[in-house]
């Protein structure tokens, strides 16, 4: 089976029942995170916070779908949506232009780990952001290249992936996690998307 298979949808109330069934299959995520992290705190369990979020419009990811079944997501929003990031001192060090979009976790399914779905989740998470009308967008991926890394911490990816799509290397903001950007153009909305 090929990334060609698979679909993206954007996470909202009607694939909410499949980003669920997702989380639930891997305990909620990182210990019961639901991808909470990077958004406000508050008091509700993250479970019920994302939910809340997803329905309000203040939550957003791309899934990736084998046939009805959610499998991956890539996480983005604006940063007013998820202000919080790891390394905040160096990044407002290194930050020379406003982003409009944020980047911040994927996750794969562990049954389709290591054949390119982060990709496809990326990409899913590229053409959303376009399809909302595009504008700078940062991420700040892991260089794993020449080391042996958890998965736990690539929360957001590698390095080489967000290369091979484009982005620009800004700064490095921890020991090893980069600052970088993509200037995304504005295309046309659609409800659902192939990826070819």
Known sequence: MGTTDFTIKPLDSSTWPAFVQLAEKHNGVWGGCW???????DADPAKVRKERLVCEGKSHAALVF??????AWCQYGRPA???????????????????DWRITCFFVDRDY???????VALEGALTLIAQA???LVESFPADAEGRKTSASFLYNSTLSLFDQLGFERKKLIGKHHWLVTKRVDPSEPSTEILLE
Do not use: M, N
């Open 133 to 135: 009308g595009g504008g």
């Open 113 to 119: 780990r290591k054949r390119g779905v982060s990709k």
């Open 81 to 99: 949506e998820l202000p919080r990031i790891y390394h905040k001192k160096a990044y407002s060090e290194a930050v020379t232009d406003q982003p």
């Open 66 to 71: 084998d046939g009805p079944t959610a499998i």
């Open 35 to 41: 991808c909470t992290w990077f958004h406000e705190r």
